[in-house]
């Protein structure tokens, strides 16, 4: 097996580091770590939503390949992350906030990515560059798993169908806010939609803000 001590690298201007991990159930297995800088991020990658974002945040994971397929795993509490995106997003630099990436990838299949958000969020979906918008289908679901109506899964599950579902239980949603996200988005895409089909909507909402008014 390949043995790999104190490996180096950078991705997007941010240094990482790997070693060979014990594994006996892959043929590859990697530890990794790092720090990731949003600055740069945000200077290698042009994707409006980093303008909501700064700061600079530890991270760890592992990187496995098995049977032809390969696993990436991220996990990072967010320390030192600052979000300027509306609730349920919105996020102090200094507080916490668990978040775990898992990306799957089997020759002839397609990527399936699953996010775990805390209490906040979390998604799972099958990523297709043929598929429009490169989103063959997904779930995301916004809230904590006790706070979800017993209908709705605790963590995001794919949907049978094609399209992109968006399920959860919020205290309050600012329209507002997110409409001017959303302007902001579209304005840097000259105005085009995501380009995925939305296949439905399932939100439980304690209140909404729109138009200077709570409903």
């Known amino acids: ?15 990482v580091s790997f070693s060979s991990a014990e594994r006996t159930d892959a043929a590859l297995a990697l530890d990794l770590s790092g720090r990731l800088d949003i600055a740069k991020l945000r200077a290698e990658l042009d994707l409006p939503v980093l303008r909501y974002l700064d700061g600079s945040v530890a991270w760890q994971g592992g990187f496995a390949l098995r049977d032809k397929a390969a696993t990436l795993e991220i996990e990072s509490m967010l320390a030192g992350l600052g979000s300027s995106l ?59 798993g006790a ?38 988005v579209a304005a840097d895409r000259d105005g085009a939609r995501p380009g995925f089909e939305l296949a439905g909507v399932d939100l439980r909402l304690g209140a909404v803000d729109a138009g200077s008014r709570r409903f």
């Not at 097996?1 to 240094?15: C, V």
């Not at 699953?114 to 490169?134: C, F, K, T, Y």
């Not at 979800?148 to 094609?162: E, F, K, M, R, S």
Request: aromatic content about 4%.
């Open 1 to 15: 097996k390949l043995a790999i001590r104190d490996g180096r690298a950078q991705i997007y201007g941010s240094p």
């Open 147 to 184: 706070t979800l109506p017993a209908a709705i899964p605790p963590t995001a599950q794919l949907p049978p169908g094609d399209g992109l579902w968006l399920r959860g239980s919020l205290d309050a949603l600012d329209l507002d806010a997110w409409r001017t996200v959303w302007s902001t």
């Open 86 to 144: 509306p609730a349920p997003f919105a996020k102090q630099p200094g507080a916490e906030l668990p978040l775990r990436v898992e990306l799957r990838e089997q020759q002839g299949r397609a990527r399936q990515l699953a996010v775990e958000i805390g209490g906040v969020a979390s998604a799972q979906l099958l990523l297709d560059p043929a598929a429009a918008g490169g989103l063959k289908r997904g779930a995301v679901n916004l809230g904590a």
